[in-house]
């Protein structure tokens, strides 16, 4: 029972450089979100996505790209990373309409821009 | 003022005492409670979660909603040093289509042996 696999776990990179994080379910959800975690903010939702190739901004997008041409499948890209992105991402899908059902997160992916 | 308040704590309390964790909200339309834990360096796991007022039940855990005043409760007995965590509460609504999950900053727990 895999669930929710994110990868890299850990990543460093420059500004200015593009990073992708993956993220891979087994459950066939049909839900899968992106948080961001930060100290004195909580989890903020970047994107999240219904089904495959529908997605939609959360409350943080601005410098993210998602797709999902995969119903497993929801990577996150930063075009150009800045050190503000500097953070600890979490996937999460959901079954169903995500109001009623519970929400299961991956182990999060450590990223340090420099 | 954010919709979810949280106290950050830290709160701690020794081995076997009850421990009561809160949050507040101002939008009435909440419909949907939960309360995840999250261990350091580990993604949040769903503990309990709840639509109604009232309490449930799990184990050691109870959650407790209060929408008339806005205010929900976990509260855990017999507490152990594995209960040591942040706890963080999520409430949800959806109306018009328009759905909404919002998230308190976490409360972080620790149980001294």
């Known amino acids: 029972d895999a669930g929710i696999t994110q990868s890299p776990r850990y990543k460093i990179t420059e500004t200015g450089r593009q990073v992708t994080l993956m993220c891979h379910q087994t459950w066939s959800h049909s839900y899968m979100f992106w948080y961001r975690q930060d100290l004195g903010h909580g989890l903020r939702l970047i994107y999240y996505s219904a089904a495959a190739d529908i997605t939609d901004k959360g409350e943080v997008p601005d410098g993210y790209v998602v797709s999902r041409s995969k119903t497993e499948n929801f990577p996150l890209t930063l075009e150009s990373a800045t050190r503000s992105q500097t953070s600890v991402y979490f996937c999460?899908?959901?079954?169903?309409?995500?109001?009623?059902?519970?929400?299961?997160f991956g182990e999060g992916s450590w990223l340090t821009v420099v | 003022q954010k919709e979810v308040e949280q106290d950050p704590g830290p709160l701690s309390v020794p081995e076997g005492a009850i421990v009561s964790l809160n949050c507040t909200y101002s939008n009435s339309a909440f419909q949907y409670f939960m309360w995840y834990r999250q261990y350091s360096r580990k993604g949040p796991e769903l503990l309990m979660y709840t639509y109604s007022s009232g309490n449930k039940e799990d184990g050691r855990f109870t959650a407790q909603v209060d929408k008339s005043s806005k205010y929900i409760s976990l509260f855990i007995r017999d507490s152990q040093p594995s209960d040591s965590a942040t706890y963080l509460c999520?409430?949800?609504?959806?109306?018009?289509?328009?759905?909404?999950?919002?998230w308190g900053a976490g409360t972080k727990l620790i149980i001294k042996p």
């Open positions: 999460a899908s959901s079954d169903g309409e995500a109001i009623f059902a519970p929400i299961y």
């Open positions: 999520a409430m949800a609504l959806y109306m018009d289509s328009n759905y909404q999950l919002i």
